[in-house]
């Protein structure tokens, strides 16, 4: 089994990036799944890697106890899975079981922009999120996942602070990435929260063909994984924007998506957007 811990151990020591190091031997989303999920590659480009690490292939091919990694990730996994249902303390609660000095190393990104998530959703300290989200910019290593993560992140706190310039750079750099995302069920999440909360701001600053751009992806998505998080939001968000741009032309298709909207929300127990919606369908 590869030990993809030790190559990113030897490159942090080493002083090398991901672009560096995978130079002229294999592309960085290549050398990215080596150090963040243990997948080995082709022999040969191991063998360079390794080379270039000043590391033997037996250094990196061991039968390492992953256990401490899988338990980590798991744990982190669900504490994601419960700030997307908005259970804020239950998500603070699993996080509380983890320590950051035992983290390991591949997911020290992840921890530090999870508890920004809750510095922010929880305990409402937007300069501490600000900050726990910089430090998992910098920590991500060229990891696309976590660079989307810590960018949606950094736009989501700037937004709440009204600093509309820097939300919208953040949230532009969330949306590249989006860009160069392999999709599949361990990102989902974080694919889906980068355009839930990137169209939100863009409705929050009027620009909501914009946002209608990123709420169809994002409808899309949940209809193809079979998913709901963010569902009702994302009808009601079409609503909002439909009767802000042309509310007599659109009365039909902002009822229809209100009415979509009210019915995951129900299912979904939200009962602050369900408030919004009755206050919303009071105004038409």
């Known amino acids: 089994m590869l030990n993809g811990t030790k190559i990113l151990n030897q490159r942090k020591q080493l002083g090398m990036s991901q672009v560096e190091l995978a130079e002229g031997i294999c592309t960085q989303a290549t050398l990215s799944k080596m150090e963040q999920k243990n997948m080995a590659p082709m022999t040969d480009t191991l063998v360079k890697i390794c080379v270039r690490l000043g590391l033997t292939v037996d250094d990196v091919l061991t039968d390492f106890d992953d256990s401490a990694y899988q338990k980590q990730k798991k744990i982190l996994d669900q504490v994601q899975v419960k700030l997307s249902e908005s259970n804020y303390k239950k998500a603070e609660e699993l996080f509380k079981q983890l320590n950051y000095h035992q983290i390991t190393p591949s997911l020290s990104s992840r921890y530090i922009y999870e508890k920004g998530n809750l510095d922010l959703l929880l305990h409402s300290k937007i300069e501490d999120a600000i900050f726990n989200y910089g430090i998992a910019l910098q920590e991500a290593n060229g990891n696309y996942v976590d660079i989307l993560a810590a960018s949606t992140g950094l736009g989501t706190a ?54 209608n751009d990123l709420n169809r992806k994002l409808l899309k998505a949940l209809g193809n994984l079979s998913i709901v998080p963010y569902i009702d939001q994302t009808y009601f968000r079409i609503a909002v924007n439909l009767e802000a741009e042309n509310p007599q032309k659109s009365t039909k298709e902002i009822k229809d998506n209100l009415n979509k909207a009210e019915a995951f929300a129900e299912v979904a127990k939200n009962k602050e957007l369900l408030k919004m919606i009755d206050s919303f369908k009071k105004k038409l």
Not at 199 to 210: D, G, H, I, N, R
């Open 158 to 211: 700037y937004a709440i602070k009204k600093d509309f310039k820097k939300a919208d750079y953040y949230f532009n750099q969330a949306l590249k990435h989006v860009k160069d995302l392999d999709l599949n069920k361990e990102n989902i999440i974080d694919y889906l929260k980068a355009l839930n909360n990137a169209a939100s701001f863009y409705t929050q600053t009027k620009k909501y063909l914009k946002s």
